[in-house]
């Protein structure tokens, strides 16, 4: 049995003999070997400047893109601190008519009307603020866009050129 087991450990690699095998290995030896493979090979120069040009601009359409993005959440949230003080100052309005008002009837009907134009209102004003947050984003992808387009053609025209060179 432990005749067969070590005929089957020969054939398997997990039994083999690795301090036979690496006293083979010579890095030096496979370094050159890799060395006389790679020269073979026509690579073009790697334009280190360019990459680092095309970076910068990525970086600064990323800075713009935000700066749209912040100045367009400035603007919604001015423009909803606008709608909450106009809702205020008309809520306090009408808490001084219906305090003048003796009939129960006429409160009830200007309760309805309010409560009609007050709907109106929230809907117009949510569709405002959807539009604000709508403009805000197509400014700040479009910024985004152009310069994925921009930097998509930048590089088809280094690897040209690097074509060129050869």
Known sequence: MYTDFMKMAEKNPFFADYSKMMGEFDPKKMA???????????MPKFDFDAVIALQKKNLDALSAANQIAVEGT????K?????????IEEASKLIDS???????QAVAVAQADILKASFVKS???TRELAELVTKSNTEAT?????????????????????????
């Open 32 to 42: 050159d070997e890799f060395a006389k493979m790679t020269k073979s090979f026509d």
């Open 74 to 77: 400035q603007a919604i949230a």
């Open 79 to 87: 423009r909803q601190a606008e709608m909450v003080q106009q809702a």
């Open 98 to 104: 219906f305090s003048k008002m003796d009939n129960p």
């Open 123 to 125: 809907v117009d004003n």
């Open 142 to 166: 479009d910024a985004l866009n152009g310069r994925v387009v921009e930097a998509l053609e930048e590089v088809k025209t280094t690897v040209l050129k690097a074509a060129k060179k050869k």
